[in-house]
């Protein structure tokens, strides 16, 4: 008598993974990610067409992109400073620019759900973060030592753009006490000038950005 197939699942501690289809062709497990699964091209062109602030920009199609460009050109002197903040959104070519009031309006559910969101959230940036950083050739506890100085960048960046790139608000004081805005002014890029502006900026550290 011929034995039983054993048709139980096999048990396993590599989680499911969930398929994201790039703009190369390309399929990476965003629960599995790891450096050899970041192709450069197709985070300079997810990042160079997706809007900052959900597009809600004015008159303007201002992207992530060039948000990054914007930090890394005022991030000092130091180069993995610089590098850190042009990557420092990068994270948002695999699963977009997950905003503040998207956040918060999470946040506001976690009692309804029983879920942290926010802890969610964060803890979903800094694994693909961990990802992207390792393939830039960047320690990701090296990285943890730039995470203030990087916030507090970014921070003058949104409020630079809020002067420059949005409609005045109706109700300015939403926005709670911003940092001191750059001197510099914003003038918007565009998909094509933002993508070949951060490839370019890639670059600088020998990482190519165009799929040469």
């Known amino acids: 008598m011929a034995a039983a197939l054993d048709t139980a699942p096999a048990t396993s501690t590599h989680p499911a993974p969930v398929w994201k289809h790039m703009a190369s062709g390309r399929v990476v497990d965003l629960v599995n990610l790891t450096a050899d699964d970041i192709h450069w091209p197709d985070i300079v062109a997810a990042l160079s067409r997706l809007a900052r602030f959900d597009g809600a920009t004015g008159n303007c199609f201002y992207?992530?992109?060039?948000?990054?460009?914007?930090?890394?050109?005022?991030?000092?002197?130091?180069p993995t400073a610089r590098l850190l903040a042009l990557l420092h959104d990068a994270h948002e070519g695999l699963i977009?620019?997950?905003t503040t009031p998207t956040v918060a309006l999470l946040q506001r559910l976690d009692g309804a759900v029983g879920d942290d969101a926010k802890g969610l959230v964060d803890f979903a940036k800094r694994r693909i973060d961990a990802a992207i950083f390792a393939a830039a050739g960047i320690n990701a506890t090296h990285a943890d030592t730039y995470r203030r100085l990087i916030h507090a960048l970014d921070a003058r960046v949104m409020a630079t753009e809020i002067r420059d790139v949005l409609t005045p608000s109706h109700r300015p004081e939403t926005w709670g006490q911003l940092a001191a805005p750059l001197t510099t002014r914003i003038k918007p890029w565009g998909a094509d000038k933002a993508a070949e502006e951060f490839a370019a900026r890639l670059g600088l550290y020998g990482i190519d950005g165009r799929g040469l």
């Open 63 to 78: 992207v992530v992109a060039q948000h990054c460009c914007i930090a890394h050109d005022h991030a000092g002197d130091d």
């Open 96 to 98: 977009g620019d997950i």
